[in-house]
């Protein structure tokens, strides 16, 4: 059966043929009848439709703002990449797409490095790079942990005597050898919470806390002994000259005690170098300083 429709003096006529019959069939409508049943088999298919339109809406509504979420989860940890604990915000994204994994990756890759390299210029900045061990600049970072919860801290400061002698007749290489040797001597001789600075050319420094100024004394002794004994490279033998100060953080600043350190350190070079000097700290000294301080 053939069917075809057209209009015929504004009216919709279709005809169908029939070959086993040998009929023709012929329809007419009005136009406003054909529109009207067109019209409602546009409605009916809009209401079944419509429930699937909508929660298919739904759904890639859904998706779209969970997938903005992840982007912008990943964009708020690349814009905060020197925060400590950003490595784990960014690792606890989920990524169940290509896309945003790739993207994980990508930003993960770099703020690992990133704090690789902070890291490494924070080392370098606050490490002695002859030594390994802290320089002025470490020292002042880390100076009031060690302060924090101790009554008692006691200060040793070191001085190689005659160091110039040693980079004059040997050269600054075996200068170099004798002060590296020297860091790791203290090092090695210092326990964890102790904090071990070279502060200058041949000059190191020993926070101790905890140490109180008899067993500071003792602790200075058994290492102008020690170092005095050892072998170095080429010059042999070295002495060291120590100043031992000790103070309660809560009442004297330690700018006081450093100082006093440093003048127990002269006063032992004075006396004739390889001894230990021991010198408390002066009660106008602390007054002065603590008052400086407030202000």
């Not at 059966?1 to 023709?24: C, E, H, P, S």
């Not at 993960?108 to 890291?119: F, Q, S, V």
């Amino acid at each position: 059966m053939i069917t075809q429709t057209f209009y015929l003096f504004n009216k919709a006529a279709g005809f169908a043929k029939v070959k086993r019959a040998d009929w023709i069939i012929l329809t007419l409508q009005t136009e406003q009848i054909v529109t009207q049943a067109l019209n409602n088999v546009m409605i009916d298919v809009t209401k079944k439709s419509a429930p699937v339109l909508l929660i298919t809406l739904f759904m890639i509504t859904l998706l779209t703002i969970y997938i903005a979420k992840l982007l912008r989860m990943l964009g708020l940890a690349a814009s905060r990449m020197d925060d400590p604990d950003v490595i784990s915000k960014i690792r606890a994204v989920s990524s169940w797409y290509f896309e945003v994994e790739h993207l994980k990756r990508v930003i993960l890759w770099g703020t690992i490095l990133l704090h690789k390299r902070i890291g490494k210029l924070s080392s370098q900045a606050h490490t002695d790079p002859l030594t390994g061990l802290l320089n002025r600049r470490g020292l002042h970072e880390n100076i009031e942990m060690s302060l924090l919860n101790n009554s008692v801290v006691s200060v040793i400061v070191i001085d190689i005597n005659h160091f110039k002698n040693v980079n004059d007749t040997y050269g600054h290489d075996v200068g170099d050898e004798v002060i590296k040797m020297l860091g790791r001597h203290l090092k090695t001789n210092s326990r964890k919470t102790d904090l071990v600075c070279r502060t200058g050319g041949e000059e190191f420094l020993m926070l101790l806390p905890g140490i109180d100024i008899h067993l500071a004394v003792v602790i200075a002794e058994r290492l102008r002994k020690n170092v005095a004994e050892m072998s170095f490279p080429i010059c042999q033998h070295i002495t060291i000259s120590i100043g031992v100060t000790s103070f309660l953080p809560k009442e004297v600043p330690i700018d006081a005690a450093l100082k006093t350190a440093d003048n127990a350190l002269y006063r032992a070079k004075k006396a004739g170098r390889n001894k230990v000097i021991v010198q408390d700290i002066p009660e106008d000294l602390a007054l002065m300083l603590h008052k400086q301080h407030k202000d």
